[in-house]
C-alpha cells in the first residue's frame, strides 16, 4: 500500500509565504474512542484525536500563537481520576496535551493539567522567536494514563517551519513527507508485559471500561509487535528515479527503539536530531543505520 499523508490540523503559513508575528494558529483536538483498521492487519476500538490514525499534522512559525481547544469527549467511566499511589495505572479516560521537544514556558506546555472526560481545555503555546526549526510531536502526558493512550494511537506530528533565509534554497525545495511511526502489541498476559507495551495487559491495569476488541487477521496472529508508519503497516514511499525528499521521521511511542536500514536502491542522509539541524545541512551526513529511542525524531533527504 502506499504511505498513506496524514491529516493537516491548521492552514499555517508554508515555506516562503510571509506571517506576522502576532498571527494566532487555531487547532482543535477532539479526544473520542474509536474503531480502526489497519489494512487486512488488525482492527481495535482505541482512544484518538480527531478519530485519526496518526493524529493531525500541526505546522507553525516562529512567533505565531499556537492555540489548542482540547475536548475530552470520553465517557465518564466512573473513575475519578485519583490514583492510591503515585506510580499507579488509572484514570484511562482522564487526558491532557504536550508539545514534545517544545522550547516553552512550564505554564503553558503543563503536563500536570488533567482534562476530565466531557471537560474541555484550552492550551496556548507561544513559538518564540528563538525556537529552534523542525520536527517535534504532541500527545497526551497525564500521569497514570499515558502509557494507555499513546499507546492506542494518540499522537501526531508537530512541524515548526524553517524560514527560507535561513536554509539553502535546495533544502528549502525538497518535498517534505512526514511519517510517523506507532507501535500496537495485543499479545501477552498479565502485567509483565506491560514494558512489551501490551495495550489489552496495560488498558486492564488502567482499569478501562472501553471495549477494545482487538481483531487481528488469522495471517499475523502469533505476531507480537506492528510498527505502523502513518496508520499503515509497510507502506511504500515512491520516490522517482533522480529525486530527493525530505522525510520527518518520529518515532512515536512510549517504549520501543526503532532501527531503520537504508534500502540498497536508496541513500539515507541525515540532515536533524529531535528538531536540531546538524552542522552542515547542505551536506548531510550519509546514515545507512538510524536509532531512533521512544519518542526521538530524525529528519532525512532520501
Known amino acids: 500500500a502506499p504511505l498513506p499523508t496524514p491529516r493537516v490540523a491548521c492552514a499555517a503559513a508554508s515555506a516562503g509565504e510571509a506571517t506576522t508575528a502576532a498571527a494566532t494558529v487555531d487547532v482543535t483536538l ?9 489494512g487486512r492487519a488488525f482492527s481495535v476500538t482505541t482512544r484518538l484525536y480527531n478519530h485519526s490514525l496518526p493524529a493531525p499534522t500541526i505546522a507553525v512559525r516562529r512567533g505565531q500563537l499556537l492555540r489548542v481547544t482540547l475536548i475530552n469527549a470520553l465517557a465518564d467511566d466512573g473513575d475519578d ?41 484550552v492550551y496556548e503555546y507561544r513559538v518564540g522567536a528563538g525556537h529552534p526549526t523542525g520536527t517535534f510531536w504532541y500527545h497526551p502526558h497525564r500521569h497514570g494514563s499515558t502509557s494507555l493512550q499513546l499507546g492506542g494511537g494518540m499522537a501526531g506530528a508537530l512541524v515548526v517551519l524553517d524560514e527560507p533565509s ?52 488469522a495471517a499475523h496472529a502469533q505476531r507480537q509487535h506492528f510498527v505502523l508508519a502513518n496508520g499503515e503497516l509497510a507502506p511504500t514511499l515512491r520516490v522517482e ?14 517504549t520501543h527503539y526503532v532501527v531503520l536500514e537504508e534500502p540498497p536502491q536508496c541513500e539515507f542522509h541525515a540532515l536533524a536530531f529531535d528538531g536540531v539541524y546538524l552542522r552542515a545541512p547542505a551536506a548531510p551526513a550519509r546514515a545507512a543505520r538510524l536509532v531512533m529511542p521512544p519518542g526521538g ?3 532525512v533527504a532520501v
Open 30 to 38: 477532539v479526544v473520542d474512542a474509536t474503531r480502526v483498521t489497519v
Open 81 to 121: 481520576g485519583a490514583a492510591s499511589t503515585l506510580n499507579e495505572l488509572h484514570g484511562a479516560n482522564y487526558t491532557n496535551l504536550h508539545f514534545h521537544g517544545g522550547v516553552l514556558e512550564p505554564s503553558a506546555d503543563d503536563t500536570f493539567r488533567s482534562v476530565a472526560p466531557g471537560a474541555t481545555s
Open 166 to 217: 535561513e536554509v539553502p534554497a535546495q533544502l528549502a525545495a525538497l518535498r517534505d513527507v512526514v511519517v510517523v511511526l506507532q507501535h500496537f502489541s495485543f499479545i501477552g498476559d498479565g502485567i509483565g508485559d506491560y514494558s512489551e507495551g501490551n495495550l489489552v495487559t496495560i488498558a486492564a491495569a488502567t482499569g478501562s471500561k472501553l471495549p477494545m476488541s482487538p481483531d487481528v487477521a
Open 241 to 254: 528515479r533522480g529525486e530527493v525528499v525530505r522525510v520527518r521521521l518520529v518515532n512515536a511511542g512510549g
Open 297 to 299: 525524531r530524525v529528519d
